[in-house]
């Protein structure tokens, strides 16, 4: 599944103990200031997709970037899922565990048509609770996931392996292992 990206992988700076000792953070903020870069990381990512979807679904904050490229390059819509609070309209919720305590990824209700085919995409996968809740919306809406697709995956962290047991296709351009 992960081709030679080496190219993109050294673009991605790591940078130790952030947010917290021991995590190594994969800033891909120096991939999206290099123009020929994100426009390969974007063109790798899409190339993956055999069948145009309806959305792509980005979850906040660096999903949505990695989205809405995606999505006009595939002349498909934006579908943003937030954190809890931010959408005017009237929502639907999932929680998802994080090491101390949950978090909360929300959806407007009528964002997306019943039988609607959405591809969900982040800028990395680790354990895989934001993207495995933005999941659930997108089904609760009576969507269909068609797809993730994500620039880095941590693979140690089992996140890519829980997506792939939910039915859908799973890329990442780059792994770091060990983290
Ligand atoms: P998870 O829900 O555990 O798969 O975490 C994925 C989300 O957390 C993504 O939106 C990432 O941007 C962020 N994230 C988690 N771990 C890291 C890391 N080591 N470096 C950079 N971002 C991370």
Redesign the pocket.
Known sequence: MIGSNDDLKALIRTIPDFPKPG??????TTLLLDGAGFAAAIERLAFKIEEKPDLVAG?EA??FIVAAALAQRLGAGVLLIRKDGKLPGQTIAED?A?EYGTDRLTMHVDACAPGARVWLA????????????AARLIRRAGAEVAGAGFI?D?PD?G?SARLKQEGFPVHALVE?EG?
């Open positions: 995590i190594q953070f994969r800033d891909v979850i660096r999903g998802y994080l982040d800028d990395l996968i680790a354990t895989g609770g934001s993207a495995l809740a880095i941590l962290l996140g770091f983290d």
